[in-house]
């Protein structure tokens, strides 16, 4: 499938520098996506706020620009660049970071967008520059290569296939690929999961999240994440500020149960979070809450169910992944989550995203049926 909204005036690229760019900034992948019937418009107050350096926490470590690309009056494509002081102090790369990426099907646009977004780079010190991230590795992630006759669940990222070859085309190689697995929340336990939930059920407690504490637990599963991740590829520890912020979100969209913490003799050891594929439940409102989306959205949500749900955070503690009780301690709470999301009404469960060398999770996953149905590639170029 192929979009093109080219008209014959010549292209400009504009950074966006106020409100109405930013709206027309968030409304552009709907006339990219408009013939896609895979497409999600997103929640517009969502994208706004996501974009906002007041609401979004992620921009007090991290600055942006944005620009959009016009033939005549019409938007064709949009860019983001973003530097990340958190990355450069975990990384010393010198790397910056692409994103937002969504244009008209035509070479001379995307080169154009890359281009502008190098630059604005290059000017802040940059050598390297890596993508597409909306906006940081901790979010979405990647740009889709392979899966699209299946709809973008909540927070991953979407892609028509022609922006694979013009993002090549720009000298773009590949850095990490990141995989999404389908798995039915009612599989049947394996033998070797049944062996190691046994033993592990011998030191591990796994519990809820205890709402009354709720501060202190959301603190707890950042502490235990930002171990659990801290040696993987990319890696950007979250901030107390963002996962304040994801836990806010959280409290409002998640039944407790949905979040479990495994704890080994009595020390929180590994956490999960499920969640309701929100994207099936907005998929009809048009990007709008008002004046009676919110209603929809909250029935379906917290009354309905969705049909399918995510598993967007998981973590075992980095001294537990090595050992005999590290698989026990995942399958115990992949266990207990697609056990409450099942219940609920879920059929289908995204785990995602995988990175495609994390061979101790994706064993994990395969061996509970998992099947990789999507694939996520993270590009890079020097500058």
């Known amino acids: 499938m192929t979009h093109t909204i080219q008209t014959s005036a010549p292209l400009r690229i504009v950074p966006v520098s106020d409100k109405a760019d930013l709206a027309e900034f968030i409304r552009l992948p709907t006339a990219i996506f408009k013939d896609d019937p895979q497409w999600i418009p997103p929640l517009f107050l969502e994208r706004k706020i996501h974009l906002s350096p007041k609401h979004n926490p992620y921009f007090q470590h991290a600055k942006s620009q944005s620009w959009l690309a016009w033939r005549g009056d019409v938007a064709v494509g949009r860019i983001s660049a973003q530097l990340d002081q958190m990355h450069l102090a975990q990384h010393h790369d010198a790397t910056g970071f692409f994103g937002m990426l969504d244009a008209e099907d035509n070479q001379e646009t995307f080169a154009a967008l890359m281009t502008t977004a190098e630059q604005w780079l290059a000017e802040q010190g940059m050598r390297r520059v890596r993508g597409p991230f909306n906006l940081s590795i901790n979010e979405e992630t990647g740009l889709l290569i392979d899966g699209f006759a299946d709809p973008p669940v909540f927070m991953m ?227």
């Open 157 to 383: 990222s979407h892609a028509l296939p022609y922006y694979r070859e013009h993002i090549e085309q720009c000298g773009y190689h590949k850095a990490a690929d990141t995989l999404a697995y389908l798995i039915n929340p009612n599989f049947v336990k394996p033998p070797v999961m049944q062996r190691l939930l046994k033993m592990a059920s011998e030191r591990v407690t796994v519990r809820t999240l205890d709402r009354s504490r709720f501060d202190e637990e959301i603190m707890l599963l950042r502490d235990i994440f930002n171990d659990a991740w801290s040696e993987n590829w990319g890696f950007v520890p979250f901030t107390e500020a963002e996962f304040k912020a994801l836990g806010q979100n959280l409290k409002f969209l998640l039944h407790d149960e949905y979040i479990q913490i495994a704890e080994v003799d009595g020390e929180a050891a590994a956490f999960i979070i499920g969640m309701p594929n929100i994207n099936e439940a907005i998929r009809d409102l048009k990007g709008k809450l008002f004046p009676f989306g919110w209603l929809k959205l909250i029935w379906r949500l917290k009354i309905k169910g969705p049909a399918s749900g995510r598993v967007p955070l998981m973590g075992v503690r980095k001294k537990f992944q090595k050992t005999r009780l590290g698989p026990g301690l995942a399958f115990l709470i992949i266990e207990d989550v697609r056990n409450e999301l099942h219940k609920r009404g879920a059929h289908r469960l995204e785990l995602s995203w995988i990175l495609e060398d994390n061979a101790g999770m994706r064993n994990i996953i395969e061996s509970i049926g998992g099947t990789a149905y999507k694939r996520y590639r993270v590009y890079e170029r020097d500058l």
